[in-house]
């Protein structure tokens, strides 16, 4: 079975400073890894995903995250936050053979001005 | 723009009701997925569909059923509705369901469900 956890249900941090939004997983088998932002009153986008290769992977809005696999965490993180990015994110994954995605509960990051 | 469409995109009803949701995957998308969205169990799978079969079922109450057309397109059945239905739903879409599938979904903008 896969499941993930984000552990911070709400991230305030203040304008320009930077962040780190934590996602702990847990599969069996090889995952997919990726990181969704939803705004408010939309649906989710895709921030950033994890296949293979590299374990540093770059998204959109200069988000980034780093995939570790002996401590089962892909951890979402950006230099300097803007207004802009208070949303929500979840991280979600896929393991080999499975169809579904599973999705964490999701944390809130509210930038601070 | 995603290229999944959700109708309707509110929708009140009373408690016993029925209701329909339906969703237009992206096109040339295969897979569609089913999700709910409330407050208190953040955000749920429900139950996928490949190409017309259905692939993966999650935490989806008896009193819903889906279901995908020839034509690919989705619908949520939610019967003998309760106030603790009210929630968003969410489809999503993907390429494929087998390997071609790393699983990157495609959200509509969802269909908020308000049971009174």
Known sequence: AQSVTQLDSQVPVFEEAPVELRCNYSSSVSVYLFWYVQY??????????????????????????????????????????????????????????????TFGTGTKLQVIP | DSGVTQTPKHLITATGQRVTLRCSPRSGDLSVYWYQQSLDQGLQFLIQYYNGEERAKGNILERFSAQQFPDLHSELNLSSLELGDSALYFCASSVGGGGANTGELFFGEGSRLTVL
């Open chain 1, 40 to 101: 408010p009153n939309q649906g989710l986008q895709l921030l950033l995903k994890y296949l293979s290769g590299s374990t540093l992977v770059k998204g959109i809005n200069g988000f980034e995250a780093e995939f570790n696999k002996s401590q089962t965490s892909f951890h979402l993180r950006k230099p300097s936050v803007h207004i802009s990015d208070t949303a929500e994110y979840f991280c979600a994954v896929r393991s080999g053979g499975y169809q579904k995605v």
